[in-house]
């Protein structure tokens, strides 16, 4: 089991910048990701990264834009958004993949947190 949760969200300026953290426990050698989702709206994925290499998958949306990042130490991983802009209101979620692989799609992940709510204001 892995339990994650988020934190680091809030309202911000466009053109600011958030950093969000994702605290992992439990079974946390998979990769985690990063989606969002607005309401009406599916889950869109942000970000992923592996445990092992750290390698990075991004959305063409934010791609330059955010950096995803982990502390394997600490068991967490960060998203790092700058330039945000009024679109990238959402509730952010941090959730864990059910395999080893990169995926966009939010029904390769299997375990995910409660959210944390980004606001930019125009």
């Known amino acids: 089991q892995v339990q994650l949760v988020e934190s680091g969200g809030g309202l911000v300026q466009s053109g600011g910048s958030l950093r969000l953290s994702c605290a992992a426990s439990g079974r946390t050698s998979y990769p985690i990701g990063w989606f969002r989702q607005t309401p009406g709206k599916e889950r869109e994925f942000v970000a992923a990264?592996?445990?092992?290499?750290?390698?990075?998958y991004y959305a063409d949306s934010v791609k330059g834009r955010c950096t995803i990042s982990r502390d394997n130490a600490k068991n967490t991983v960060y998203l790092q958004m700058n330039t945000l802009k009024p679109e990238d209101t959402a509730v952010y979620y941090c959730?864990?993949?059910?395999?080893?692989?990169?995926?966009?799609?939010?029904?390769?992940?299997?375990?995910w947190g409660q959210g944390t709510q980004v606001t930019v204001s125009s």
């Open positions: 959730a864990s993949s059910r395999t080893y692989n990169l995926r966009s799609s939010s029904r390769e992940y299997d375990k």
């Open positions: 990264i592996a445990y092992y290499t750290g390698s990075t």
